[in-house]
């Protein structure tokens, strides 16, 4: 079944450094989002890319939709304390069920 | 958006015994979704809770085990049945509207600990 493969499960920077994880599907996607999860939180909505090539971004967060619809990545300019948690991908998975990727944990040394 | 309520927050379970996990949200939605999620891993859907009728499970989840009640679109109950320490995790609903494009909304999770 469809499969979404993100690495790294961890990552650890200095406050300032920037950061990536990056998402890759077995499958061609339709769409792509991403979740943020705080220590101790819940999974919320950080995005959705549609389009083949998308480029969209939020302040220092920028997200990538691959050519092929098989990949995409977010990438955190300058990281800062409130950007830890872990970041997840998810792909449709059928009957509007996500398949989410296994997450990249993000922690920061202020 | 959607503002998702469960409860209980959290608990501590003997094994053999049964919680029921309550999920209410605050407008009527298309979609009702149940995971699980252990510590530092990712999410698993147990099912979609289907109002009116049975829930569909995923591979490796059963309805005597996991069964799921909704009986309306704004409330869904998740029943973890004769627990052993293996089901502690977070336990979280989330919602859509139900298009194939449509985000999720997760309510805040129920941490349940088995001893």
């Known amino acids: 079944g469809q499969q979404v493969m993100q690495i790294p499960q961890y990552q650890h920077v200095q406050e300032g450094e920037d950061f990536t994880t990056y998402c890759n599907s077995s499958?061609?996607?339709?769409?792509i989002q991403w979740y943020k999860q705080r220590p101790g939180g819940h999974p919320v909505f950080l995005i959705q890319l549609v389009k083949s090539g998308e480029v969209k971004k939020q302040k220092r967060l920028t997200f990538q939709f691959g050519e092929a619809k098989k990949n995409s990545s977010l990438h955190i300019t300058a990281t800062q304390t409130t950007d830890v948690g872990t970041y997840f991908c998810?792909?449709?998975?059928?009957?509007?069920?996500?398949?989410f990727g296994q997450g990249t944990r993000l922690t920061i040394n202020p | 958006s959607a503002v998702i309520s469960q409860k209980p927050s959290r608990d501590i379970c003997q094994r053999g015994t049964s919680l029921t996990i309550q999920c209410q949200v605050d407008?009527?939605?298309?979609?009702m979704f149940w995971y699980r999620q252990q510590p530092g891993q990712s999410l698993t859907l147990i099912a979609t809770?289907?109002?009116?009728?049975?829930?569909?499970?995923e591979s490796g989840f059963v309805i005597d085990k996991f069964p799921i009640s909704r009986p309306n679109l704004t409330f869904s109950t998740l029943t973890v049945s004769n627990m052993s320490p293996e089901d502690s995790s977070i336990y979280l609903c989330s919602v859509s509207r139900g298009t194939s494009t449509d985000t999720q909304y997760f309510g805040p999770g129920t941490r349940l600990t088995v001893l």
């Open positions: 809770a289907n109002q009116g009728s049975e829930a569909t499970y």
């Open positions: 407008s009527q939605v298309t979609m």
């Open positions: 998810a792909g449709p998975g059928g009957a509007q069920k996500l398949v």
């Open positions: 499958t061609t996607l339709s769409n």
